[in-house]
């Protein structure tokens, strides 16, 4: 397990299967209680480092790509909201 922030960094588990899974590749393993779970494969060191990662050697925690899917989001729903309605008006006081 690489992901440093996550509670099970550091630790080593026996890799049952790493598929497609929830629009991205996962990793499944057993817990130390027997339980089957998964993380995102780029949390750990099955999947290759994220060349933007290494590249960046740290000074930056967000891809160019993922700002701009983040900003088409935001711009698509003010679009939405204008065309619908201010919805957060109807639903709060």
Known sequence: MVHPYHPL?????????????????????????????????????????????????GRSIFRLQDLRALAALVRDLQESGKEDGDRVKEITP
């Open 9 to 57: 960094s550091g630790q080593e588990f026996e890799l049952l299967t790493w598929c497609q899974a929830w629009c991205e590749d996962r990793v499944f393993f057993e817990d130390r209680e027997g339980r089957v779970r998964s993380l995102p494969a780029s949390w750990t060191d099955v999947a290759p480092a994220d060349p933007f990662v290494t590249l960046s050697g």
